[in-house]
């Protein structure tokens, strides 16, 4: 692709640029305001999953940007129009209704009569090309293309990307050597991280660079970043925010419903989410859909039968300041960064950390520019749940990246779960059962009396840790079955009895208790 650099002369003002404009003529006495309007715009439907809808395709001084049809952009640009339209009376104004009558139309007429093409959020793959492209944000709807070659500023004829109003401009990259832009990554960060919370953190962002349509399917990576106050985990958050996906509120509190979280996620890629605590059942499981790509069918507003799918599939970061993920299957798709105190906090502040993003983003799109290269003669990273993004990791590895991501991954994962649940009370007191017996089978309620008799039927057995349901007790032990093996516990589902479901625990004979 041409790589451009765009200067030119901009008009003072949209009614100049009409008049200065071949395709303004004949006059708009002899329209109506809609015909107007369509002799200035373009509709376009997007075939994307993921960025889904229709779009208008604007041209005005700055340039031609695609903004969705109902957007506050659209609307701005319509009452701009209908200042330069000669055919309206003197004292006639474009009312509120006039307009959403306007808005209307147009997302009527962008589904009959639309140009049909691949729209992107942020960051898309163009599979004829094999590139990655990531907007920039910039007025002028420059990208950066990047693909096995290397990477460059480029720029499109027709806009290919979506421009929501929360978007803000990224940091214009850098070309970079590998030691000057891994340096200034690094100074991007708090300085107590160590080296291999850096070196997974760098792997981590190269997660979040995947286009939600690289491949088939695959899980982006969960930041966790957990530390006390004045440790830099907001900050942190706020920062790799704008480096990747800057947007007018870069962090945001805990989503209160599950169509909260899929609604934010439909105009961003990447999700920053601050302060949380001990995530509740029903967010969990939607933040793992989020991150493996998944829909939801839920009630139109303000109607009892319609219905409209919501689409998410986004990377996503966690912070806060106790165990904010506890389930297996959530750990299985994380990083966990745990941060300590800064003692001379007034060096890292996000204003500094900025002055760095120039040359940080350059070395982030060479790495993914030389793992492009690479990826075809590097081997699968096996069978885990972060396997794509494993994959282009350790493809970048040869060229700099010289820790081995999936070790560092699975050390950190284990770290995880070792430290979330190990102290649980029902994992106490299921170890200390087997102990006492090296088998033991029966339902999940004879087991769920059992652990309640070894612990005296205690404080700890009246607390929300303490399953109350032979139910809730098995979902415990499903979600923690990797940490069960870890600690030598092996779990087997047995046959379906009048009474409940039989469970089959055991020791492993090679595991040896340290007590």
């Given amino acids: 692709m041409k790589v ?92 509120k209704g006039k ?33 990655l492209v990531l907007d920039l944000g910039q ?69 979040y660079l995947i286009p939600n349509n690289f491949t088939e399917s695959f899980t982006y990576p969960l930041l966790v970043m957990r530390g006390q106050p004045g440790s830099g985990k907001s900050t942190v958050a706020s920062t790799l925010k704008k480096l990747l996906d800057n947007e007018k509120a870069v962090i945001s509190t805990t989503p209160h419903s599950i169509r909260d979280l899929f609604v934010v996620g439909k105009r961003s ?13 029903d967010i969990s499981d939607a933040l793992c859909q989020a991150t493996s790509g998944g829909d939801r069918s839920m009630r139109a507003l303000y109607t009892n039968d319609e219905t409209s799918t919501l689409k998410m599939h986004s990377p996503i970061m966690l912070n806060g300041i106790g165990e904010i993920i506890r389930r297996q299957d959530i750990v299985d798709r994380s990083i966990t960064i745990n941060l300590l105190r800064i003692k001379d906090y007034s060096p890292y502040a996000a204003e500094k950390a900025q002055a ?35 994959h282009l990791v350790s493809a970048a590895e040869p060229f700099g990246y010289t820790e081995k991501f999936t070790e560092l991954l699975h050390a950190n994962q284990r770290e995880t779960l070792m430290s979330v649940d190990e102290n649980h009370p029902i994992i106490e007191h299921l170890l200390l059962l087997l102990n ?22 205690g404080d700890c057995t009246k607390t929300d840790e303490w399953p109350k349901t032979p139910k809730r007790l098995s979902n415990f032990l499903h979600h923690r079955q990797l940490l ?13 009895k009048n009474n409940g479901r039989v469970v089959h625990l055991s020791r492993n004979k090679n595991f040896v208790c340290e007590d």
């Fill in 4 to 95: 451009s650099k765009m200067v030119a002369k901009k008009p003072k003002n949209l009614k100049t640029f009409i008049e200065e404009t071949p395709e303004a003529q004949p006059s708009s006495k002899d329209m109506t305001f809609i015909q107007f309007i369509m002799s200035r715009i373009k509709l376009v439907v997007s075939t994307s999953d993921h960025c889904d809808g229709a779009f208008v395709e604007v041209t005005d001084k700055d340039g031609t940007l695609l903004h969705p049809a109902s957007s506050e952009q659209v609307k701005h640009y319509l009452h701009d129009l209908y200042d330069c339209y000669e055919g309206k009376k003197k004292t006639e104004m474009l009312t």
């Fill in 99 to 131: 307009l959403e009558e306007v808005i209307d139309y147009i997302n009527a007429k962008a589904a009959s009569k639309g140009k049909k093409r691949l729209v992107f959020k942020r960051l898309g793959w163009l599979s004829t090309e094999k590139a």
């Fill in 139 to 207: 007025p002028d709807g420059s990208f950066a293309h990047v693909d096995a070659k290397g990477w460059g500023i480029a720029k499109n004829t027709s806009p290919i990307f979506a421009r929501y109003n929360n978007q803000r401009p990224l940091a214009v990259p850098q070309p970079v050597s590998e030691e000057e832009g891994y340096e200034a990554f690094r100074k991007m960060l708090p300085p107590s991280m160590t080296p291999q919370q850096v070196k997974l953190l760098l792997g981590g962002v190269l997660g």
């Fill in 269 to 281: 890629h990447l999700l920053s989410f601050d302060n949380l605590d001990n995530l509740k059942g």
């Fill in 356 to 390: 760095y993003a120039p040359q940080a983003l350059g070395y982030i799109l060479s790495l993914l520019a030389k793992a492009l290269a690479n990826l075809e003669n590097t081997p699968n990273q096996g069978n885990i749940r972060l396997a794509t993004v494993a």
């Fill in 436 to 457: 006492k017996h090296e088998k033991w089978s029966g339902t999940y309620k004879e087991l769920l009396q059992e652990l309640s008799s070894e612990a005296g039927y």
């Fill in 484 to 496: 069960l093996s870890e600690l030598g516990i092996d779990i087997k589902q047995g046959v379906k």
